[in-house]
T-cell receptor
Framework: NAGVMQNPRHLVRRRGQEARLRCSPM?????VYWYRQLPEEGLKFMVY????????ESGMPKERFSAEFPKEGPSILRIQQVVRGDSAAYFC????????????FGSGTRLTVV | DAKTTQPNSMESNEEEPVHLPCNHS???????IHWYRQLPSQGPEYVIH???SNVNNRMASLAIAEDRKSSTLILHRATLRDAAVYYC?????????????FGKGTLLTVNP
């Protein structure tokens, strides 16, 4: 039973380009969460999605960031027109119930903006 | 949100027990105490959680003070693979209880 799969593991983008981060939850999990870890900082909640629905996006920057979790396929975190400050590790987690325990995290995507 | 306080770092020797403390003096009656750890270059990993009673699982034990204002994560025999940042997190049983709030955690170093 594969865990939460994130790809790519490392992503380098030039300023102004788009970054697409993918997350495939564990089999049977329909709740997906994205967290961001800036250098030397703790992980911060970004967004919570269920299939085809955004439940809570209170941690998402107001501009340039979007997330989706389509009926088929992985969840996508999209960052448009990246800036140096977007350089961070982005982690995806999934859960079965959405009740706040038993999260399984992926290994993350490390985004570097040059 | 209720906050937690943990030491910035701790050191242990391999095969010895490790007691990682966490203070949460403003905990509410419906807050669960969760522990996650993050190994280098990895995502966080769930360790254990509890409400009032002490809890044991294959990874660790969680000892919760009677007044619930503090708790201790116990690794019974530390291995080199236990070197990680350990996070103590409070999660309420109601409302937006899916949102983990990570602090700085405790960096555990395990000496061979």
């Amino acid at each position: 039973n594969a865990g939460v799969m994130q790809n790519p593991r490392h992503l380098v983008r030039r300023r102004g380009q788009e970054a697409r981060l993918r997350c495939s939850p564990m089999k049977g999990h329909s709740h997906v969460y994205w967290y961001r870890q800036l250098p030397e900082e703790g992980l911060k909640f970004m967004v919570y999605l269920q299939k085809e629905n955004i439940i809570d996006e209170s941690g998402m920057p107001k501009e340039r960031f979007s997330a989706e979790f389509p009926k088929e396929g992985p969840s996508i975190l999209r960052i448009q027109q990246v800036v140096r400050g977007d350089s961070a590790a982005y982690f995806c987690a999934s859960s079965y119930t959405g009740q706040g325990y038993g999260y399984t995290f992926g290994s993350g995507t490390r985004l570097t903006v040059v | 949100d209720a906050k937690t306080t943990q030491p910035n770092s701790m050191e242990s020797n391999e095969e010895e027990p490790v007691h990682l403390p966490c203070n949460h003096s403003t905990i509410s009656g419906t807050d669960y105490i969760h522990w996650y750890r993050q190994l280098p270059s990895q995502g966080p990993e769930y360790v254990i959680h509890g409400l009032t009673s002490n809890v044991n699982n294959r990874m660790a034990s969680l000892a919760i003070a009677e007044d619930r204002k503090s708790s201790t994560l116990i690794l019974h025999r530390a291995t080199l693979r236990d070197a990680a940042v350990y996070y103590c997190i409070l999660l309420n049983s109601g409302g937006s209880n899916y949102k983990l709030t990570f602090g700085k955690g405790t960096l555990l170093t395990v000496n061979p």
